[in-house]
């Protein structure tokens, strides 16, 4: 295999793996949003929430497992971008690389919670007497502002927008991709930025909060992801372009050797 269609192929996987990942994400959030009112159920107290979470049965528990591992898949590509791009050796896309990998894995911790760990809290809460539901409405409190706010939400969206950010930034300066898609990236990123406000007023209250920052940021957001994917699919691969071919000799260094005198000779 040469390295040109190396380089093709780790162009097709992380493009396609940002646009795959990004849209299935926004398909499994729009299921859940409509069995489940999600995002707005977040801000409603236990009495609330873990009933309708229990009426949800088996399929609400596999639509938090899918929305979840479907987010999962960027982790892939933001791995891979700094090698697609040709710049596996910039400092600070490599630092970037490691905030977008890590707020992954905090996104996929706040998910994953509602899969392990507000089911059986759930069960407790409906099936318990009122003792057992004053502790369960405790210990969801806690878990939902440690794994949910704090992890999930405020940690992790801060380090995806920290990625976006820099990644934009990269753009602008380097001209590696097209120049919109750098100038579309700070502003959705400060757009997602807006949904904090929601966050912090969790354990801030009055910290002012814009309604549709949530709505409006994580689409926005999302459909950036997207899009970067299909301009990585469009251009050509660069992942080893700095590669010296292998299959061309490289000519080795000689000295001349000098050339002596019409008049000289050899004496015996």
Do not use: C, K
């Not at 162009?11 to 069995?35: C, E, K, M, N, Q």
């Not at 995806?160 to 990236?185: K, N």
């Not at 757009?191 to 994580?218: H, K, M, R």
Request: hydrophobic residues 50%; positive net charge.
């Amino acid at each position: 295999m040469t390295i040109t269609s190396e380089g093709d192929r780790l162009t097709r996987i992380t493009g396609g793996s940002f646009v795959t990942g990004a849209l299935a994400f926004g398909a499994a959030a729009t299921v859940l949003s409509s069995t489940f009112n999600w995002p707005d159920v977040l801000r409603e107290p236990a009495g609330v929430v873990l009933p309708a979470f229990v009426a949800g049965g088996s399929s609400l528990v596999w639509t938090w497992f899918a929305t979840a591992w479907t987010y999962a898949i960027l982790i892939v590509p933001i791995v891979l971008l700094p090698a697609v791009l040709g710049r596996r050796s910039d400092p600070v896309l490599r630092v970037a690389t490691f905030v977008g990998a890590t707020s992954v894995v905090l996104s996929l911790i706040g998910f994953l919670r509602w899969v392990f760990v507000v089911p059986p809290l759930a069960r407790s809460y409906t099936s318990g007497d009122d003792t057992t539901r004053a502790a369960v409405d405790a210990a969801w409190t806690a878990q939902h502002q440690f794994g949910g706010a704090l992890l999930g939400e405020h940690l992790g969206q801060l380090l995806a927008i920290a990625w976006s950010v820099t990644l934009s930034v990269v753009i602008l300066r380097t001209h590696v991709l097209p120049r919109w898609l750098g100038v579309t990236g700070l502003v959705v990123s400060a757009l997602y930025l807006t949904n904090q406000g929601d966050i912090l007023a969790t354990a801030v209250p009055g910290f002012p909060v814009w309604d549709l920052g949530g709505l409006v940021g994580s689409t926005s957001w999302g459909l950036w992801v997207a899009a970067l994917g299909v301009v990585v699919l469009l251009r050509p691969a660069q992942a080893a372009s700095a590669a010296p071919r292998r299959d061309v000799p490289i000519p080795s260094a000689t000295v001349p050797t000098p050339r002596l005198p019409a008049t000289a000779g050899v004496r015996s």
